[in-house]
C-alpha cells in the first residue's frame, strides 16, 4: 500500500465531507465543522492521505490564540483527525499527524492543541495542556481533562509566558465541540 500525502484543495472538500461522515458515523458533526473551517479558515493547514488515488484519511489545523494576551505565540488547533474505518490502524492517522507537524513546524507555528484520545496523542508527542495552563475554549467534559494537549514545536519557546484560555477560530468556538 502506497501513501501519499497532499494539501486538499477546494475540489476536495465534497471527498473530505464524506470521508469525515464514513470515520465518524455516529457524530455527523465532525463532517459539518471540517467542512465550515475549510470554507472559512484561509490559512489552515488541510491534507489529505490517498491509497490508489482514493482518499482515505484528513487532518486539518487552524489558527488560534490565547486570549487576553498581547504577545502571542504561532499556534493552531488540531481537528478533525479522520481515517476511513477500512484503513484504521494501519498508521494512516499518524502519518498525517507527523506530515502535518513537519510542515506546521517548517511555517514556524510554535504549538498545536489538540482535544484527542489520551493514549493516541501522546504517542505523537501532546502532552496534557491544563497543567501547563492552557485552558481549552470551552472545561472539557469531567474525566476528560487530560484529553485537552498541546505540543511545542519550537524547543526555545517557554510555554509559561503564554498560559490562558485558549480562543479557536469561530466555526469551531462553540460549547458542543468541547
Avoid at 489552515?44 to 487532518?59: F, K, R
Avoid at 499556534?75 to 498525517?96: D, N, R
Avoid at 517557554?158 to 458542543?176: C, S, W
Amino acid at each position: 500500500m502506497e501513501l501519499q500525502i497532499r494539501k486538499t484543495t477546494q475540489q476536495d472538500r465534497e471527498a473530505i465531507f464524506q470521508l469525515e461522515n464514513l470515520a465518524f458515523p455516529e457524530d455527523t458533526e465532525v463532517a459539518v465543522l471540517a467542512d465550515d473551517l475549510l470554507a472559512t479558515e484561509k490559512d489552515a493547514l488541510s491534507l489529505l492521505a490517498l491509497v490508489e488515488d482514493q482518499p482515505v484519511g484528513h487532518i486539518l489545523f487552524t489558527n488560534c490564540h490565547i486570549e487576553g494576551r498581547e504577545s502571542q505565540p504561532s499556534a493552531t488547533i488540531l481537528a478533525p483527525l479522520a481515517v476511513l474505518p477500512a484503513y484504521q490502524k494501519m498508521g494512516i492517522g499518524g502519518e498525517l499527524v507527523k506530515e502535518g507537524l513537519r510542515r506546521l513546524k517548517a511555517q514556524q507555528v510554535e504549538i498545536v492543541f489538540v482535544l484527542g484520545h489520551i493514549e493516541y496523542y501522546p504517542r505523537h508527542g501532546f502532552l496534557p495542556a491544563l497543567g501547563l495552563g492552557y485552558y481549552p475554549p470551552y472545561p472539557t467534559k469531567k474525566g476528560l481533562e487530560d484529553a485537552w494537549m498541546l505540543q511545542t514545536l519550537n524547543e526555545a519557546i517557554d510555554l509559561e509566558n503564554y498560559t490562558g484560555r485558549v480562543v479557536p477560530a469561530k466555526a469551531m468556538d462553540r460549547p458542543n465541540y468541547w
